[in-house]
C-alpha cells in the first residue's frame, strides 16, 4: 500500500506547492498521475451552501436545510442536540457532494454589536468549546470533516481583514483560545480556518505561535489549518507559521513563489512537506465517505422545527403564556408573514423550505380568529399609519402577537451593528400595541441581543425566538401554545444599555488596533465583577414549570487538583406540566495569587422532568475547572484553597452552594529575580526559607531605620512591596557585603535547591 510519504516523495515541488492553495474558490488542487483526488468545502456553519459551480465565489447555493443559527442552537444547551444537527448537516453534505463544512464558529461575543455574532456561540469559553466539541463529533461521525473557525480572536467584523487585537496572554489563553481548545482536543476536528486579523501585531495566517506552537504542539492537532478566504498575505511565511492550505484558488504566483523559495533556500523543503502531509491526509479520509444521493428534506425540516424550539428564551412572562386559546388574536409584524430566520454573509442558505410563522400559527389556533397588521416595513423606515392599524387590531383581540424582526441587513458578515436597538418604528410600535393591550407577547427575531428598556414592562411576556431557521415559524407556535415547553438559556447577557456592556471604551479601536482592555472580564465576568445590573443575565431562560434544587452533594469536600470532584444535585418538577431545566455549575475561588472573575461556568446539564419527578444530576469537575492560565509559569496552575461551587439556574439565579478545598500537586518553579519584593520572597517558600533569618535581623534594623512615626503609614505594608535590593541599599553601611552581592547569593541558594 502506497503510504503518504511514499507518495509525498514521488510528487514534485511544483506538485507539492500546487497542493498547499486551493484549484477553485471551493476545492484543493487533484493530482491525477497520483490518484490524489479534491477535495471540496463549503459553508458553513448552521447549514450547507454549496455552489454548483465550484469556480464561483458567491452564487445562489443548491437548496439545503437552514438550521437555527448558533446563538439559538447555544441556547438549546444541548449537547446532544448540537450533536445530532452535525450529524443532519453532514449527511446533507453527502448527498451535495461537500467533503468538509465550514463551521462551527466559536469566536467569543465579545460586544454584542459584533456583526457575526449569530454564527457564534457565547461569551462563554466553556459553553462554546462544548457544544462546538459535539457538533463537530455529530458531523465527523458521518465521515464529513469539519472546519473549527476563526481562530483566532476575530470578534468583530469592523476591519476585520486587517484590525490588530491586543490581547494579554492570560486573556488569550482563557477567554479567546479555550474554546478552540476544548473543540481541539475533544474533537479532533478536520481542519481549523484561521482568522483574517492579526494578533498581537502578526496575521492569523503568519502565527507561529499560534498555529504551530499552541494548536499543532500543545493541543495536539493532527488536521490541516486552512486560511480564512483570503486570509493569506505572504504565502511563504504562512507555511513557515503553519497555514497548510490556502483557499479560495487558484492563485499561480503564490505557488510559484513556494518553488522558488525552496530552490533558493529561503523555504525549507521539509516545511512544505509537513503542509502536504497533513493536506493529503485529510484529503484521503474525506475520499473514504462516497458522496451522492439525497438527504430527507421533511425529516431535516422537523429536526431543525425541534431545535428552533429548544433553543428560543422565554424572557419573561407574566402567565400569558402557553396561550389558553385565545378567540381573537392580532397577529402584528410582518416577520410573522416574512420570517428573519438567517443573518448576511457567508453562511447564508438556500433553504429547502420556510414555514411562515403566521400559517403554523394558524394551524394550532383551532377556530380562534385571527387579524393580521405589518406594523413595520422592511426598510426600517418610520410610518405611522402601520402603528395606528395595528392599535386598531389589538385594541378588539384577546391577545397580541407581536413579531419584532430586525431590519434584515442589520446583522451580517462584513460589518457590525452601530447600536443595539429596534428600529425607532418597531419601539413606537411595541409601546403604542401595549399601549391598548396589556396582552401583548413580543416575538422577537435577531441573532444577538437588543435593549428593550424603553418597551420590556408593557410586555406581558416576550419570547426570544433569535435567527430561528427556516422551520422557525413553526416552532413560535409550538411555544406559544404549550406544544412544547420553553427550555432554551441564554448563551449570552442582554444588558440594559450599550454603555454598561464590557468592552464599551475599547471597541472597535482605532488606528489599526484593537486593545481588549477588558482582559478576562467579558459578559457575565464583567457585569458579575461591576455589579452592573443587566436585562437578563447569563444563563437565565424560562419555563411553563417550576423546578425545584435540592441535596447538594459533592463527592469529596478536600480534593487533589488532578482528581477533581463531581458535584450532585436533586432536580424536580415542582409545576404541572413536563419541561428540561439546564442545571448550571459555576466556580468560584475565593482567593487567588491573580485576579480571577467572581465566577465561571465550569459544568452544565440538561435534564428532563415529568410533573412531579425528581432526577438526580451529577456534574464532574476537573483539574482546568479550577485552574487559571498563569504568564508567568506560562502554563494552567491551581493554587491550595477553597472554592466555592454555585449550582444555579441562571448566572444570576444560585439555588445552593458547597465549598470545597483543592489541594495542588503542582510544583512550581521559583519566579525569583533580581527585582522581586519582599512580598514575593516571603510568599514564595522557598525564598522565605533562605530569606528567614536574615529577614528577621533586617526587620528590627528596618524599623529603626525607617521608623514610620510621623510618616502615617504603615511600616510593613510599605515595606512588603518594596523589591529586596531596594530595601537592602537603604542599610547599606550595616551589611556584610554589598546588597547586590547578598541578592545574587540568596537568588544562588533559592535555585540550587530548587534544582537539587
Ligand atoms: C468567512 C468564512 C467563510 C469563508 C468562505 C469568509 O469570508 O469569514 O467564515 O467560511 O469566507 O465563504
Not at 492537532?221 to 507559521?241: P, Q, T, Y
Not at 485529510?282 to 428552533?308: C, M, Q, S
Not at 416595513?377 to 424582526?405: C, K, N, P
Amino acid at each position: 500500500m502506497t503510504t503518504i510519504n511514499d507518495l509525498i516523495k514521488k510528487m514534485t515541488l511544483e506538485e507539492k506547492a500546487a497542493l498547499c492553495t486551493g484549484a477553485t474558490p471551493w476545492t484543493t488542487t487533484a493530482i491525477d498521475r497520483l490518484g490524489v483526488p479534491e477535495m471540496t468545502f463549503s459553508d458553513g456553519p448552521h447549514g450547507v451552501r454549496h455552489v454548483e459551480d465550484v469556480n464561483t465565489l458567491i452564487a445562489t447555493s443548491l437548496p439545503a436545510t437552514c438550521f437555527p443559527t448558533a446563538s439559538c442552537t447555544a441556547s438549546t444547551w444541548d449537547v446532544d442536540l448540537l450533536r445530532e444537527m452535525g450529524q443532519a448537516l453532514a449527511e446533507e453534505c453527502i448527498a451535495l457532494g461537500v467533503d468538509v463544512l465550514l463551521g462551527p464558529g466559536v469566536n467569543m461575543k465579545r460586544t454584542p454589536l459584533c456583526g457575526r455574532n449569530f454564527e457564534y456561540f457565547s461569551e462563554d469559553p466553556y459553553l462554546a468549546g462544548q457544544l462546538a466539541a459535539s457538533f463537530i463529533e455529530g458531523v465527523q461521525s458521518k465521515g464529513v470533516g469539519t472546519s473549527l473557525k476563526h481562530y483566532a480572536v476575530n470578534n468583530q467584523e469592523y476591519q476585520r481583514l486587517t484590525i490588530n487585537a491586543e490581547v494579554d496572554e492570560r486573556t488569550l489563553r482563557e477567554i479567546y483560545l479555550a474554546a478552540f481548545e476544548t473543540a481541539v482536543r475533544k474533537a479532533n476536528p478536520w481542519t481549523v480556518m484561521c482568522a483574517y486579523n492579526k494578533v498581537n501585531g502578526t496575521y492569523c495566517s503568519e502565527n507561529h505561535k499560534l498555529l504551530t506552537e499552541i494548536l499543532k504542539d500543545e493541543w495536539g492537532f493532527e488536521g490541516l489549518v486552512v486560511s480564512d478566504w483570503g486570509a493569506v498575505h505572504d504565502r511563504v511565511a504562512s507555511l513557515k507559521a503553519g497555514l497548510d492550505l490556502e483557499m479560495p484558488g487558484p492563485r499561480p504566483r503564490r505557488t510559484q513563489a513556494v518553488v522558488e523559495s525552496v530552490r533558493s533556500g529561503v523555504l525549507d523543503e521539509a516545511v512544505l512537506d509537513e503542509a502536504v502531509r497533513r493536506i493529503l491526509s485529510i484529503v484521503f479520509k474525506a475520499a473514504e465517505t462516497p458522496k451522492g444521493g439525497a438527504f430527507d428534506i421533511a425529516a431535516h425540516h422537523a429536526l431543525a422545527r425541534r431545535i428552533a424550539a429548544e433553543g428560543m428564551v422565554l424572557l419573561k412572562n407574566n402567565g400569558i403564556l402557553p396561550l389558553k386559546n385565545p378567540q381573537h388574536i392580532a397577529v402584528i409584524g410582518r416577520s410573522a408573514e416574512t420570517p428573519y430566520f438567517q443573518g448576511g454573509g457567508s453562511s447564508h442558505i438556500n433553504p429547502t423550505l420556510v414555514d411562515s410563522p403566521f400559517r403554523e400559527l394558524q394551524k394550532l389556533a383551532g377556530d380562534a380568529e385571527l387579524s393580521y397588521a405589518e406594523g413595520y416595513r422592511a426598510d426600517g423606515g418610520s410610518d405611522q399609519a402601520l402603528i395606528e392599524q395595528a392599535v386598531e387590531i389589538a385594541r378588539l383581540a384577546d391577545v397580541a402577537l407581536l413579531y419584532i424582526a430586525l431590519p434584515e441587513s442589520k446583522e451580517s458578515e462584513g460589518y457590525d451593528r452601530a447600536d443595539l436597538d429596534l428600529t425607532p418604528q418597531q419601539v413606537a410600535l411595541i409601546k403604542a400595541v401595549t399601549a391598548v393591550q396589556p396582552r401583548t407577547v413580543v416575538i422577537l427575531n435577531n441573532g444577538a441581543p437588543v435593549v428593550m428598556g424603553d418597551w420590556i414592562d408593557g410586555a406581558a411576556a416576550v419570547l426570544e425566538a433569535w435567527m430561528m431557521g427556516q422551520a422557525g415559524g413553526g416552532a413560535i407556535a409550538d411555544v406559544l401554545y404549550g406544544r412544547v415547553n420553553p427550555s432554551g438559556k441564554l448563551a449570552e447577557t442582554f444588558p440594559l444599555r450599550l454603555a454598561d456592556t464590557p468592552a464599551y471604551l475599547n471597541y472597535p479601536g482605532g488606528n489599526g488596533e484593537v486593545r481588549y482592555g477588558e482582559g478576562l472580564f467579558i459578559g457575565y465576568r464583567y457585569y458579575d465583577a461591576r455589579q452592573i445590573p443587566v436585562q437578563f443575565p447569563f444563563g437565565h431562560g424560562l419555563s411553563y414549570t417550576t423546578f425545584a434544587y435540592s441535596n447538594p452533594k459533592v463527592s469529596a469536600t478536600t480534593f487533589k487538583d488532578v482528581d477533581g470532584v463531581s458535584v450532585s444535585v436533586d432536580i424536580t418538577n415542582t409545576g404541572k406540566v413536563a419541561g428540561k431545566e439546564i442545571v448550571q455549575v459555576y466556580v468560584s475561588d475565593r482567593k487567588s495569587g491573580l485576579v480571577r472573575p467572581p465566577k465561571e461556568l465550569k459544568a452544565f446539564a440538561k435534564v428532563s422532568l415529568e410533573p412531579g419527578e425528581t432526577k438526580t444530576v451529577t456534574l464532574p469537575l476537573d483539574f482546568r475547572a479550577f485552574a487559571y492560565y498563569h504568564p508567568a509559569y506560562r502554563q494552567w496552575i491551581t493554587e491550595d484553597g477553597e472554592f466555592d461551587l454555585l449550582i444555579g439556574a441562571s448566572s444570576a439565579d444560585i439555588r445552593c452552594t458547597l465549598t470545597v478545598t483543592l489541594q495542588s500537586t503542582l510544583k512550581l518553579p521559583c519566579l525569583l529575580h533580581r527585582e522581586s519584593t519582599l512580598r514575593d520572597w516571603l510568599e514564595d517558600p522557598r525564598g522565605q526559607s533562605v530569606l528567614w533569618s536574615l529577614f528577621q535581623q533586617m526587620s528590627t534594623q528596618m524599623q529603626e531605620a525607617f521608623g514610620g512615626e510621623g510618616t502615617g503609614m504603615d511600616m510593613s505594608g510599605f515595606l512588603m512591596d518594596m523589591p529586596l535590593l531596594s530595601l537592602l541599599e537603604f542599610q547599606e553601611n550595616m551589611l556584610p557585603a554589598s546588597p547586590d552581592e547578598i541578592v545574587d547569593g540568596l537568588l544562588a541558594q533559592v535555585y540550587s535547591k530548587e534544582n537539587g
